[in-house]
């Protein structure tokens, strides 16, 4: 028999919602397995190898970008991390999103969960187990949250094989596809919301 019989019992139940000051005080170790959706712990899966590997890979390459922009520009701070507690909201009830891969604005370390308002860039690698969330849940909340642009990451044999962005009509809080980039030569730029390179050579062979 299931392990989940003996645990669904009422006294299991989540107690209260978990609200942004109590998500600080949790336990890092937990919160590096769940979500907060609408105040409520979900469960985080376990990315596979593949989906790191393109996760981190992706994020070299917005980070190279990041780097120019600034030294080009010289109009603020940018930085690039991976798998990260982001705050899309905090009322009625908090939801607290980690994406593979975001570009913000430079914060201190202690803040967080990250404000959503200071995220450009959110990208989520599609796995079996993510590809509804991260299409459907994931793109409407990041887009009432606020955050500019979303990129969809879909792999396939081994490889990133196709990028779908995503721009925020702000006029109805939805995203709206801007363009599908596709490894049809060895590089591929793109101007939103920096410039970005990618380098479809570096998002081959991504399991060795």
Not at 43 to 55: D, G, I, L, N, Y
Not at 57 to 76: F, K, P, S, W, Y
Not at 160 to 187: F, G, K
Request: charged share 30%; net charge negative.
């Amino acid at each position: 028999m299931s392990a989940v019989f003996d645990w669904a019992k009422e006294e299991n139940l989540q107690p209260e919602p978990i609200t942004v000051a109590i998500w600080k005080e949790l336990p890092e170790a937990f919160c590096r397995l769940v979500e907060v959706v609408n105040g409520e712990a979900v469960r985080a899966e376990s990315p596979t190898r593949r989906h790191q590997k393109a996760a981190r890979r992706i994020a070299d390459l917005v980070e190279v970008a990041a780097e120019t922009h600034m030294n080009r520009h010289q109009d603020g701070c940018l930085d690039v991390d991976t798998d990260f507690d982001v705050v899309l909201w905090e009322f009625p009830n908090a939801t607290i999103r980690r994406p593979d891969v975001a570009l913000f604005d430079c914060a201190p370390e202690e803040l967080r969960p990250l404000p959503a308002s200071m995220v450009k860039l959110a990208i989520e690698v599609v796995s079996p187990t993510s590809e509804k969330i991260d299409i459907a849940e994931k793109k409407a909340e990041y887009a009432l949250a606020g955050i500019p642009w979303y990129w969809i990451v879909w792999t396939d044999e081994n490889q990133v094989a196709s990028i779908a962005i995503h721009v925020l009509d702000h006029a109805h809080d939805q995203y709206r596809l801007h363009a599908v980039l596709e490894p049809t030569s060895t590089e591929t730029v793109i101007d939103m919301p920096i410039r970005i390179r990618i380098d479809w050579t570096r998002l081959s062979e991504l399991v060795r």
